[in-house]
Structures are given as structure tokens and as C-alpha cells.
């Protein structure tokens, strides 16, 4: 048998990848990547087959049993498998669910960590998700609840910490507003939108617990994060209502 990796691809410029995660993908024979993986990031396993199995939000995705089934059948046949996911694979991957799968069919597997998209947009942005005397606790949490899933009660850790960041949200955003208000979150609390962190035409908006409410994030079609907290007030003030620039492409971002 062979040994399964899940590598996180990172946030998704192609040079944010560990520099583990790339030699393994030089030496795949086959590539198993979710649908936020850039195609430049696959140029780096050319001799691999590479199988898209990707899940995003109100699209055809692959399902999770198929996906494990394949990893194992897959080990059979390949001495290196990978299974490239984006961001980080033990943050919202999904990672535990393949790990419990190979172990239980007798595969090896490893795990690659990548840089999860919150950090990437921290950096991006040029503002610490912590801050002596400002921050001193972080959530990442999702209000995403799959087929079958029992509701996550995630609203009070979010409104309760310093700095707060949300995945896979944003088309919820105005209803999330709302909820976090109602769970005492002030309607002043900055927050800054980022839209397709550490690629060429990312995006930022800048606004505020109210403005996200009242619709600030109308409009982002690729994957974006919500980021709430005090340490993002100077920035989000300066991207309210400003034209911004990434990578010398200048960028609106969305008034409060």
C-alpha cells in the first residue's frame, strides 16, 4: 500500500504552499484537490493524474464517501497519494473524516499543514489578529451546517471574542449581522470582508457590524472571510469608501 498526504494547498497564491507540501506534489502519482486550488498550484504535479473533487456552496460537489473510497483505492495503486485541500486541512477540511477512513482500511496517511485563509488576510492586510491591550483571544468559526448536521450554537464564542473570523459566511452575511447583535455585539464593532485573500485580485471591504447588516457584502463572489474585532478599526475605516490597490489594480470598496 501506498501512504496518502493530505497537504494543505494554502489560501491560494501558488508560492504560499510549505515547501513539503510541493516536493510531495512533484512526486504524486495521482492528486485528489478541492475546488479552490489554483491551476498554477497543479502545475507543480505534472506527472500526477489529478482528480477534481471539489465542494463549494450551492454547487455540485463530490460527496465525502466517494472521496474516501477513492483515497484508499487509490493507495493500492500509488506509492505517494495526495489529497490537496485549501487553506489548512485540520481547519474546516474535513480532514478527520478521511484520516478515520484510511485508518480503519490500514493506509498511512500524513498530514501537511497549509496556511488557513484567516492568516493569509491578516496578513494582506498588514493588521495582527492579536494586539497587546486589544486583542488577546481569536475565534475562527463557521455558521456553515451541513446535510444531516445538528446546528452549531457558534454566534456566542464569535461575539464573546476579541477578534473574530468567520469562513464561509458571507453569503449570510446580513442575517449573521443580525444574529450577532442579538448576541450583544455592538453594532459599531469593526469589520473588514476579504475576498479571495493572497491572490492577485483580492478584494477588501471595510464597514462595521451595521453595515454588514445592512448589506456591505452584497456583491463577493469568491470565497471570502468575515473578520470582526477592534484590532481592524483603523483599517476599516481607511477602506470605507476608498478606492484601494492590489497588485496596482485598483479596487472599490463597498461604503458602509
Known amino acids: ?8 494547498a494554502g489560501p491560494g497564491a501558488a508560492d504560499l504552499i510549505t515547501v513539503r507540501g510541493a516536493e510531495l506534489l512533484k512526486r504524486a502519482g495521482i492528486v485528489f484537490y478541492d475546488a479552490l486550488v489554483q491551476p498554477d498550484m497543479l502545475a507543480l504535479a505534472p506527472q500526477a ?3 477534481a473533487v471539489g465542494k463549494r456552496c450551492s454547487r455540485i460537489s463530490t460527496d465525502q464517501r466517494f472521496i474516501n473510497r477513492n483515497l484508499v483505492e487509490a493507495a493500492a495503486k500509488y506509492d505517494i497519494v495526495v489529497r490537496l485541500k485549501g487553506g489548512d486541512p485540520m481547519l474546516f477540511g474535513r480532514a478527520q473524516e478521511e484520516i478515520e477512513s484510511l485508518e480503519a482500511a490500514g493506509v498511512a496517511c500524513e498530514v501537511v499543514p497549509g496556511v488557513t485563509s484567516a492568516l493569509a488576510a491578516s496578513a494582506e492586510l498588514g493588521v495582527s489578529l492579536t494586539g497587546r491591550g486589544v486583542s488577546r483571544s481569536v475565534v475562527f468559526a463557521t455558521p456553515r451546517v451541513g446535510e444531516g448536521e445538528d446546528v452549531s450554537d457558534w454566534a456566542p464564542a464569535v461575539a464573546r471574542a476579541d477578534t473574530a473570523v468567520l469562513y464561509m459566511a458571507v453569503g449570510q452575511a446580513a442575517e449573521i449581522a443580525g444574529v450577532l447583535q442579538a448576541q450583544g ?17 483580492s478584494r477588501h471591504i471595510g464597514t462595521t457590524l451595521q453595515g454588514l447588516k445592512n448589506g456591505a457584502a452584497q456583491g463577493l463572489a ?21 478606492d484601494i490597490l492590489i497588485d496596482a489594480k485598483p479596487l472599490l470598496a463597498v461604503p458602509r
Request: aromatic share 6%; hydrophobic share 50%; charged share 15%.
Open 1 to 8: 500500500m501506498g501512504k496518502v498526504y493530505l497537504i494543505g
Open 49 to 51: 493524474r489529478q482528480v
Open 185 to 201: 455585539m455592538p453594532i459599531a464593532t469593526p469589520v473588514v470582508l476579504v475576498e479571495n485573500a493572497s491572490l492577485p485580485h
Open 222 to 242: 469568491g470565497p471570502a472571510l468575515l473578520l470582526f474585532g477592534e484590532v481592524f478599526r483603523k483599517r476599516a475605516h481607511t477602506l470605507i469608501g476608498h
